[in-house]
């Protein structure tokens, strides 16, 4: 079972990647993880990739690719593998498509998130978080007892100040650039299923599983 996952900041995508991981029990391949294993191990790729990244710059996608590859060459991919972040750019999906085929581990679904704007919206704007714990609250959804103070600790809540509808606009519109072409490389595959995660949490993983199970 060869999945890509693919979704913006706030489609749940790290939640259903647990769940799926959980279920089919194949290795959840994130690229942060990856470079930071890596890095961390001192790997020739890795040592490459820091080399850039500490001087701001992007990863060359050879070295990314190369990564993804031995990664996925791991005994543990042998039944299959998610992987997360990864294409973002149609170059990449082409390099990614041709070494899983290569390597007999050919891409096999992507599941594509996808979000209704305004209900993400909502839940972004209406988010408090609390300075002293870390607590997590929604005006609306799950408010606090006492306006702006945390139930757990009493401290001060605020909102992050990236949390508004000109900044998830901006996010929104950079996403589905980056990953437009990618999308439209894998459709022309037949592969991408469409799930709507704006349902609940539960909806959203039956039907990510509506599409595994046909795998
Ligand atoms: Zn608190």
Known sequence: MNILIMGPAGSGKGTMSAKIVDKYQI?????????????????????????????????????????????????????????????????????????????????????????????LAQRITGRRLCKGCDSIYHIKNNPSKVSNICDVCGSQLYQRSDDTVEQLTVRIEEYERSTKLVLEYFSSEGLVFDVNASQAMNDVFNDIDKALVKI
């Open 27 to 119: 290795p959840h391949i994130s690229t942060g993880d990856m470079f930071r294993e890596n890095i961390s191990n001192g790997t020739f790729l890795g040592l490459t990739a820091k080399k850039y990244m500490d001087q701001g710059l992007l990863v060359p996608d050879e070295i990314t690719i190369q990564m993804v590859e031995k990664r996925l060459l791991k005994a543990d991919c042998r039944i299959g593998y998610l992987l997360d972040g990864f294409p973002r750019t149609l170059a990449q999906a082409k390099a990614l498509d041709e070494i899983t085929k290569n390597i007999g581990r050919p891409v096999e679904s992507v599941i594509n998130l996808t979000i209704d704007f305004d209900q």
